[in-house]
Nanobody
Framework: QVRLEESGGGWVQAGDSLRLSCAASGLALSIYAMGWFRQAPGKEREFVAGIAWSGQITKDPEYADFVEGRFTLSRDGAKNSAVLEMSSLRPEDTAVYYC?????????????????WGQGTQVTVSS
């Protein structure tokens, strides 16, 4: 049984940084992808970033266009965790951020391809 737990959300001013962490348990296979999605009030849940690995080989992360180089996603295989480091945050980044896991090595923006989800963590960016 896969369980995901997000942490690190909070309230920041525009231009500030946050680090979101996702800790996973119950990953029985060696090929996985972990990703981050976000959902603002009244909007669709959208893909932010994803990273896949096979054993100890980790693929380069993929990012949504709106990230524009501001975010970095990394993976700690020993801890089954994924860390999203966000900088230059904007008010439009305000959303609930969700960690997700799927069978690798594929990474895609369709939320329905990701069967395992965390509970979400709130990120609020003020002007």
């Amino acid at each position: 049984q896969v369980r995901l737990e997000e942490s690190g959300g909070g309230w920041v001013q525009a231009g500030d940084s946050l680090r979101l962490s996702c800790a996973a348990s119950g990953l029985a296979l060696s090929i996985y992808a972990m990703g981050w999605f976000r959902q603002a009030p009244g909007k669709e849940r959208e893909f932010v970033a994803g990273i896949a690995w096979s054993g100890q080989i980790t693929k380069d992360p993929e990012y949504a266009d709106f990230v524009e180089g501001r975010f970095t996603l990394s993976r700690d295989g020993a801890k089954n965790s994924a860390v999203l480091e966000m900088s230059s945050l904007r008010p439009e980044d305000t959303a609930v951020y969700y960690c997700a896991v799927r069978r690798g090595p594929g990474i895609g923006p369709n939320r329905y391809d990701w069967p395992h989800w965390g509970q979400g963590t709130q990120v609020t960016v003020s002007s």
